[in-house]
Each structure stands twice: as C-alpha cells, then as structure tokens.
C-alpha cells in the first residue's frame, strides 16, 4: 500500500484548504480497502506527531478536540482517496500534514478507527500546510 498527499500549500489565517491522500496497493484480499482504516496526523516543527482525524472502514469518524467542527475526513472509494477538508485556519495549524493507513484488527470492529500513530503501518510522506497571520 501506497499514500502519497497533495494540497498542503500556504493561506491566510481563516482560510481553507482540501488536502488529498492518493492511494494504490489495495488491490484485495488482505489489501482489500474495506478492511482499513485511515486516518491524517500533523506534525508542527518541534513537536510530535498528532492524529487529527481517523476514518473506519464503515465510514465512523472521529476527531481530536483541537480540530472539531474545522476539519472534515472523507474516503471516496472509488476514487481510492482519502480528503482533509480544512476551514478556518489558524496559525497554529502551521504543520506537516501526513495520511496513513492500517488494516483493521479482526478483533476490532468496523466502526473501528485510531489517532495513535503507533497503530498505523502505511504512511505517506506528508504534505506542508503554512498558516500566516
């Protein structure tokens, strides 16, 4: 399984940007795309890693507070793309923004979504979104 991101770039504060995580690999079976879930994480300069947003494979989202009812996460299937809609932007969002991917565990269920990086296995290699004030 391959991610790749796009559409990071740098806006004003209170803007908004759709970031995209191209997919390829899923191609069945245990690569089948209904069996993962996805999820996007940022990384400000000095700082670790933080799950913003995951997506089960039912389509079950989940949020971090800090990013609650600015930031939407949707999965097109068909188009085997994961999207980061982002709404008012702070200068705070100041971050790399990268994708991942995990296959979820049988013992999970398939509303199942995580924010831990420790549990994601595919990675893209992010995308740099710059918030000026």
């Known amino acids: 399984v391959q991610l790749a991101e796009s559409g990071g770039g740098s806006v004003q504060a209170g803007g908004s940007l759709r970031l995209s995580c191209t997919t390829s690999g899923f191609t069945g079976g245990e690569y089948s795309m209904s069996q993962y879930y996805m999820a996007w994480f940022r990384q400000a300069p000095g700082k670790g890693r933080e799950g913003v947003a995951c997506?089960?494979?039912?389509?079950?989202?989940n949020y971090a507070d800090s990013v609650e009812g600015r930031f939407t996460i949707s999965l097109d299937k068909a188009a085997n793309t994961l999207y980061l809609q982002i709404k008012n932007l702070q200068p705070e969002d100041t971050a790399l923004f990268y994708c991942a991917a995990q296959r979820r565990s049988p013992y999970n269920s398939y509303w199942h979504c995580s924010r831990a990086s420790s549990n994601f296995r595919f990675w893209g290699q992010g995308t740099q979104v710059t918030v000026s004030s």
């Open positions: 997506i089960a494979a039912d389509g079950t989202t």
